[in-house]
């Protein structure tokens, strides 16, 4: 016998026999589609009887809260609830739907307890609604109304528990209706914030260069203004009283759009003709949640308060010396002209200032205290929890 043929045949180089299967394949086979879905069915069915079980929790509360006097919604406990949840999430479900969830959840157990009534600026899905909808859910009576002094007003009569109005935006600054009527009724105090990030559309049931009419709220309107001299500088631009309102308008009359919401063009059938026109990316108005008394301390909190200066030299350096000597952060200010008499020679100013800390923190109330001597006027209009920026 050939040695060379010998030691191939012992080897078994001239064998045809089986195909090897490559290094490191996996011999199992992985988990099927239906066996999948049905892990999926065991879970929700786990996952409801859970949240059941939350949501009695929950009613017992508020029956205790009931019987001691107390108010269903707490700015405090919500924020600390979130935060702990989402903080302790290792994924893969993104953190802002997870906040959208438990939002809901907490919306439908305030029902249980008792549903609080919100009112809020312009009919449904105008953004003030959707601040509404963003803090306190969509299980709550939302109650549209047509201006912020309408929503002050009835906060204050105690018809609705719960106001939410803006007060600033990052590209207009200031709402002065708001400053106005924080003046009028110091009484309201600022029981949290909601920071929403407005992403503006343009609506419409025709082609975006058959527009001949673009309605808005003149903030809205604004806010885009760059873009709409730009892209429609032949339409003519006619304000209204809400984002929401601007819809029914260009859903009622051809040739007409509207600057309003996502949400607004689902509601109302329109077509989005462009998104995301508004002339800065970091577009956010920050609103405040009104109510009757001022929230408990979280350690993340921020002050806002009204302080009254006489128009002379010095006097907002004075009365803010406390709290630079104090070492307390202030975030913003802005200031407001006084209605006066006619014998007052001289205006006096408003203004209001956002610090960091809670009204009931040593430092803080130390400060306040010494600026109260300081000025006409020192009104608290609330502690509450820093918001989050959340999406419109």
């Known amino acids: 016998m050939n040695p060379k043929s010998a030691s191939n045949k012992k080897t078994g180089t001239h064998a045809r026999g089986p195909a090897s299967k490559p ?16 892990e999926i069915d065991r879970l929700d069915l786990e996952i409801v009887k859970q949240l ?8 017992k509360i508020g029956e205790l809260k009931r019987h001691q006097g107390m108010e269903v919604f707490a700015a405090a406990r919500e924020e600390e609830v979130l935060g702990r949840v989402i903080g302790s999430s290792q994924g893969p479900l993104p953190q ?23 009112a809020c600026l312009g009919p449904k899905y105008s953004y003030s609604y959707l ?71 343009l609506l419409g049931r025709g082609a975006w260069g ?45 040739n007409a759009a509207a600057v309003a919401s996502r949400a607004a063009a689902a509601a109302y059938q329109l077509n989005i003709l462009a998104e995301n026109i508004e002339d800065k990316q970091h577009n956010v108005t920050r609103f405040a949640v009104i109510g009757e008394n001022i929230g408990g301390r979280t350690g993340r909190d921020k002050t806002t308060i009204l302080v009254r200066l006489p128009n002379e030299i010095g006097s907002l350096a004075r009365v803010i010396s406390p709290f630079e000597k104090a070492g ?10 006084t209605e006066n ?4 020679r001289d205006p006096s100013y408003v203004f209001f200032m956002d610090l960091e800390g809670h009204c009931e923190d040593e430092i803080l109330k130390r400060a306040i205290e010494a600026a109260r001597k300081r000025c006409e006027r020192l009104d608290i209009l609330g502690s509450y929890p820093r918001g989050i920026c959340v999406e419109s």
């Open 23 to 38: 290094k490191g394949a996996d011999t199992k086979r992985g988990p099927s589609i239906e066996s999948l879905r049905q």
């Open 52 to 59: 059941n079980r939350r949501a009695g929790v929950a009613a």
């Open 96 to 118: 802002e739907s997870l906040r959208i969830i438990f939002r809901e959840l907490m919306s439908g157990s305030r029902v249980l307890q008792r549903a609080p009534r919100v």
């Open 131 to 201: 601040a509404s909808a963003a803090k306190f859910g969509e299980a709550v009576e939302h109650v549209p109304l047509g201006s912020i002094a309408a929503v002050f007003e009835e906060v204050n009569r105690r018809n609705v528990q719960f106001g939410i109005v803006p007060l600033e935006n990052s590209t207009d600054g200031r709402i002065a209706d708001t400053l106005d009527m924080f003046a009028k009724l110091p009484n309201l105090k600022i029981r949290a914030e909601v920071k929403l990030r407005v992403h503006h559309c």
């Open 210 to 254: 058959e527009t001949r009419r673009v309605y808005s709220k003149s903030q809205a309107l604004s806010q885009c203004r760059e873009w709409l001299a730009k892209n429609l500088p032949q339409a003519v631009k006619v304000e209204v009283v809400s984002t929401a309102a601007a819809a029914e308008f260009a859903r009622a009359e051809d």
């Open 328 to 337: 307390v952060n202030m975030t913003w200010i802005e200031s407001f002209p």
């Open 341 to 344: 008499g006619e014998n007052q």
